[in-house]
């Protein structure tokens, strides 16, 4: 596996464990993470206050499929689910594009998509 494919499964385990210093570690000073039509951030303290939104409750289950890399960038497709604190469930498949610059992910655009 390569760094960069590594970084986020790395990236994607913190989640799983809503682990703020794992994924915080993972990112540029300067990330940006955008989720069309959602959502748009810049900055790793932007980004830490995502992390667990509050409309969820717990962590989520999320599941990559398949992992491919060109260049500095790695596309992570899957599935996630969550409970929102309204008890209704999230079930949902997603496409994260990441940008990486020196071995960190600079930029994260996530397609994400109820099923």
Not at 47 to 52: L, Q, S
Request: proline residues 3%; negative net charge.
């Amino acid at each position: 596996m390569t760094t960069n494919k590594q970084t986020v499964t790395t990236y994607m385990e913190g989640f799983r464990k809503s682990d703020h210093a794992q994924i915080l570690s993972c990112l540029t000073d300067d990330v940006v993470w955008e989720m069309p039509g959602a959502f748009h951030l810049e900055g790793k303290k932007a980004f830490d206050g995502e992390i667990e939104n509050p409309a969820f409750s717990g962590s989520p289950t999320i599941t990559h499929v398949r992992l491919v890399e060109e260049d500095n960038i790695v596309i992570a497709e899957g599935k996630v689910q969550g409970q929102f604190k309204n008890g209704d469930i999230m079930n949902a498949v997603f496409c994260d594009v990441f940008h990486f610059e020196g071995g960190k992910i600079k930029k994260l655009t996530s397609y994400v998509m109820q099923v």
